[in-house]
Nanobody, 121 residues
């Protein structure tokens, strides 16, 4: 199986920056798309950003120009650089990946456990 482990969350003041990381581990696999989602208290989980294996990225309108998603050269780790953070960015951020495990019949939709980002003065 494949697991995703997020890190980098925490408390930051409005206008500040944080960088989230998501590392994949497990048996032989290929990751197609990786993405970040977030869920604020009382709200539904929403897409923040995705990046495919070719490096093409998409963003939610609310984070365009402030957040940047990237992947490492091995394409097993994704990052979310968050700048100019606002109080409304406060949420649990989840990493997601579409993964093909060697020998598996279909790609798997894998989620991390989430990391809390709190933007507050």
């Amino acid at each position: 199986q494949v697991q995703l482990m997020e890190s980098g969350g925490g408390l930051v003041q409005p206008g500040g920056s944080l960088r989230l990381s998501c590392a994949a581990s497990g048996t032989t696999f290929t990751i197609y798309t990786m993405g970040w989602y977030r869920q604020a208290p009382g709200m539904q989980r929403e897409l923040v950003a995705t990046i495919n294996s070719g490096g093409s990225a998409q963003y939610a309108d609310s984070v365009k120009g402030r957040f940047t998603i990237s992947r490492d050269h091995a394409e097993t780790t994704a990052y979310l650089q968050m700048n100019s953070l606002k109080s409304e960015d406060t949420a649990v951020y989840y990493c997601n990946a579409l993964v093909q495990v060697a020998g598996g019949m279909h790609p798997l939709d894998v989620w991390g456990q989430g990391t809390l980002v709190t933007v507050s003065s």
